[in-house]
């Protein structure tokens, strides 16, 4: 039996759907399109350098919609679903995790998103197990702008893959082969952990390492 963990934004869909969902929100008239698109900006050069203040990130990304009705809610992410991501789910990375499925390996999608905007694309890509930023809600379910839990980015993907697992009554040492398949530098540390790491449309950095280091590199989108 076989773990396979997927990384999502780079790696399944070609951009970035944190960053494109802040954009979104600027075509929805819900925000100052200038100022918000600067610190929007702002906040995806700190990812890309590896130094992301993600509680900053979520305070600041969920702030347009947070107090509007579920109404409105959903249909912002509907509309984000069809408009922006339909056209960046590409066959190769449907194929790509259907082959993995149909070979009886337990998939997952790990990624630093949160979990409003990755739960519709990973339903689209047929991935029921998804491990995301949790969004701290109140007692009457409203999102506050916090972080439930660790989040899932950097090292914290570690951790949150273990509690995942020990859910299913499993752990890593159950598995014959842990394959992980990230873009990213940010996901070092998940990339070490696995077995057979699987650097995925990489960045520069990331290309670079996994030449040193003897890792396959995968191009999905090329």
Not at 2 to 20: C, K, M, P, R
Not at 58 to 69: D, G, K, N, V
Request: aromatic content about 10%; some cysteine.
């Amino acid at each position: 039996m076989n773990l396979v963990l997927f990384d999502l934004d780079g790696t399944l869909i070609e951009g970035d759907s944190d960053h494109a969902f802040c954009e979104f929100l600027i075509t929805l008239g819900w925000v100052d399109a200038d100022a918000f698109h600067q610190r929007n900006e702002h906040f995806f050069k700190q990812y890309q350098a590896g130094c992301l203040d993600i509680h900053g990130y979520i305070e600041f990304a969920t702030a347009p919609w947070r107090q509007r009705s579920q109404a409105e809610q959903a249909l912002a992410s509907q509309r984000f679903m069809t408009e922006v991501m339909q056209p960046q789910l590409r066959s190769p990375a449907r194929e790509l995790v259907r082959a993995h499925q149909k070979a009886g390996d337990v998939v997952a999608i790990v990624t630093a998103t949160n979990e409003f905007i990755t739960r519709p694309i990973a339903d689209a890509f047929g991935v029921p197990d998804l491990i995301a930023v949790n969004l701290e809600r109140d007692a009457s379910g409203a999102v506050t702008g916090r972080i439930a839990g660790l989040p899932s980015f950097q090292a914290g993907k570690i951790t949150r893959v273990d509690e995942w697992l020990a859910t299913q009554g499993q752990r890593w040492q159950d598995f014959d082969r842990t394959v992980f398949y990230s873009d990213s530098t940010n996901d070092l540390p998940l990339l070490e952990r696995a077995s057979e790491p699987v650097a995925t449309n990489p960045g520069p950095a990331l290309e670079t390492i996994a030449g040193e280091r003897g890792w396959r590199i995968l191009r999905l989108f090329s």
